[in-house]
């Protein structure tokens, strides 16, 4: 899987979008870019995930380079409860994998903070 | 409620005991994961599960049963704790065969130590 990279640390004002990026310079064809957060003392929960178009849902938008090589998370209208360990996770397609679902793999993440 | 709990939420145990954590979704997802979180390791996968009796073991297996005899329910066991076993532990579901990606939903967590 491809290696990504994020800043440890961003803040965003309350109510401003709030663009987080990553780096995934060594992504391959199949493999998707995964955004999940991590609210203090809970568990992982999923963002959105594309492969090369961008993607919308009711969270965020996920902005994916024409290259591929990077991508930002955007929260439109960012809020207090935004406030939470962002990670970006690359990761090829269980049907490319040998057919296993097996994990995902959480680096450090970016944590944002959103500011009153 | 739908949704993937987990208990009990807290666990405090003696090294050498055996101890259960359950993990149950109401979404008859197919595939359901287990993972623990320490501080300086983010989170490892212990097991995973891709249907009722398949299961597989992840990247940190070992001290680790897991079972699942039904889609439901997918409970992992520390057959003789010891105190490196101490972790906050997540379980997961997954709507996605395996033509799809990682599309996961985590569960509150267990807070278990280890005395």
């Given at each position: 899987d491809a290696k990504t990279t994020q800043p440890p640390s961003m803040d965003c004002a309350e109510g401003r979008a709030a663009n987080l990026p990553c780096n995934?310079?060594?992504?391959?064809?199949?493999e998707y870019v995964y955004w999940y957060r991590q609210i203090h003392s809970q568990g992982p929960q999923y963002i959105i995930h594309g492969l090369k178009n961008n993607e919308t849902n009711e969270m965020a938008s996920l902005i994916i380079t024409e290259d591929r090589k990077s991508s930002t998370l955007i929260l439109p209208h960012a809020t207090l409860r935004d406030t939470a360990v962002y990670y970006c996770i690359v990761r090829v397609a269980a049907r490319h994998s040998g057919g296993g679902a097996d994990g995902l793999t959480f680096g450090k993440g970016t944590h944002l903070i959103i500011q009153p | 409620d739908a949704g993937i709990t987990q208990s009990p939420r807290y666990k405090i145990t003696e090294t050498g005991r055996q101890v259960t954590l359950m993990c149950h979704q109401t979404?008859?997802?197919?595939y359901m994961f287990w993972y623990r979180q320490d501080l300086g390791h983010g989170l490892r996968l212990i097991y995973y599960s891709a249907a009722a009796d398949i299961t597989d073991k992840g990247e940190v297996p070992d001290g680790y049963v897991v079972s699942r005899s039904k889609t439901e329910n997918f409970p992992l066991t520390l057959e003789s704790a010891t105190r490196s076993q101490t972790s906050v532990y997540f379980c997961a579901s997954s709507?996605?065969?395996?033509t799809y990606g990682y599309e996961q939903y985590f569960g509150p967590g267990t807070r278990l130590t280890v005395t």
């Open positions: 995934h310079s060594t992504i391959s064809g199949n | 979404w008859s997802h197919s709507p996605r065969d395996i």
